[in-house]
């Protein structure tokens, strides 16, 4: 007998790290985890098996499929923006090559057991691409539908694995004879820049968020690579994993769209560096600009409409800038440095 299981590629990033221990307070869930890197100890433990391998190997996920009944995918493996930009060729087959896999592997999965797959996918506000600041200050809040045009590598693989996500979910093999649902379930949520309290982001572009803030905690000096009058949103990592696992156990028949748009607030670089000050007056933050990366933050809206998220499923998150700071970024930093320390 195979066991039943869901699987979290990319367990061991930031937001497998939240996702993870947001399960080990719930009610059981058997976990597969797999990413590139060992998982953390402390995620070990509450997992039923932890994979160390590649989306991209074939053959380790037709061995997956061998030993576990899978019923859901939380997809959260990939390359990040800056990352990408540098190793195209990479994020290409990781995050294209490597979601079709499991796209085909969720396939096979539901054809086995004959249960629908649910297929979790994080995409990002890197899947839209407005021309410049100007642009994007005009156009306020973006529907989903709007400005999919985007600039960095990244954000074309996010854009046309969503669409991919789609089809698996309703045109699949439309023209085969006996066509059959795939019996793939898929969601997106379109995720704005992240800040986790417990883990450091590397290898993306709204960075300079979470960095300026784990550099204030540790004491540490730094240079923002924004100017400071760029706007993005983003939102606490609670926030993230709550909207991940609501679009999860959301009632398909209630959900209108398969990518949705969340958001929490929209600070300017320059209001978050303030905010951090305000925790940290001793930090020490400057700006050092780095062109080409601030024309990508540019291409990203200042702001979303999340407005189908929340009449479809409940979205609605917990933390505005100020509660995100005071209630969970520096109280969290603050307890992750003690128990390093001690
Ligand atoms: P992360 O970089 O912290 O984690 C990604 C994980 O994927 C890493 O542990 C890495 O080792 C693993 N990985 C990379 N290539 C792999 C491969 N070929 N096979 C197996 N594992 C591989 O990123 P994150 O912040 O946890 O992001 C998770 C997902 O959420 C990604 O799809 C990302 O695009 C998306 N997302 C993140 C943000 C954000 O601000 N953090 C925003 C929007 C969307
Ligand atoms: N936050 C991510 C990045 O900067 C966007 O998905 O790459």
Redesign the pocket.
């Known amino acids: 007998m195979r066991k039943p299981v869901v699987l979290i590629?990319?367990?061991?990033?930031?937001?497998?790290h939240g996702l993870i221990d947001y399960f080990s307070h719930q009610t059981h869930q058997d976990i597969v985890a797999?990413?590139?890197?060992p998982l953390d100890e402390q995620l070990q433990r509450h997992c039923h098996a932890s994979i160390v391998?590649?989306?991209?190997d074939q053959n380790l996920l037709q061995r997956l499929v061998s030993e576990f009944e899978i019923h859901a995918i939380y997809h959260?493996?990939?390359?990040?923006s800056t990352r990408a930009e540098y190793t195209p060729d990479a994020a290409h087959a990781?995050n294209v090559n490597?979601t079709l896999n499991l796209l085909k592997l969720a396939h096979e999965q539901a054809r086995w057991h004959g249960n629908t797959v649910k297929f979790l996918f994080?995409?990002?506000?890197?899947a839209y691409g407005l021309p410049d600041r100007a642009a994007k200050t005009d156009a306020g809040r973006v529907t989903e539908t709007e400005f999919a045009f985007p600039r960095t590598m990244?954000g074309c693989n996010?854009l046309y694995c969503e669409q991919l996500g789609r089809y698996f979910s309703d045109h699949f093999r439309q023209l085969a004879q006996d066509p059959a649902p795939s019996g793939v379930d898929f969601r997106a949520l379109r995720?704005?820049?992240?800040i986790s309290a417990q883990?450091a982001?590397?290898?993306?572009t709204?960075d300079y968020a979470p960095e300026m803030l784990h550099a204030a905690a540790r004491g540490e000096p730094y240079n923002c690579f924004v100017d400071p009058e760029v706007v993005i949103p983003f939102m606490a990592m609670p926030d993230a994993i709550d909207g991940l696992v609501r679009l999860a156990e959301a009632d398909a028949g209630k959900l209108r769209q398969r990518v949705y748009n969340v958001t929490a607030f929209s600070p300017s670089a320059g209001q978050i560096r303030e905010e951090v000050l305000r925790h940290f007056p001793d930090a020490q933050i400057g700006y050092e600009v780095d062109l080409p990366r601030t024309r990508i933050v540019d291409s990203w809206p200042a702001d979303v409409n999340d407005t189908p998220a929340r009449q479809d499923w409940g979205w609605a998150p917990r933390y505005d800038f100020e509660s995100a700071f005071r209630d969970y970024l520096v109280p969290g930093i603050s307890r992750t440095a003690q128990q390093s320390h001690g």
């Open positions: 590629t990319g367990a061991n990033g930031e937001i497998g797999l990413d590139l890197h391998g590649d989306i991209v959260l493996a990939a390359l990040l990781v490597g994080p995409s990002s506000i890197a990244y996010k995720y704005p820049g992240l883990t982001p590397s290898g993306g709204s």
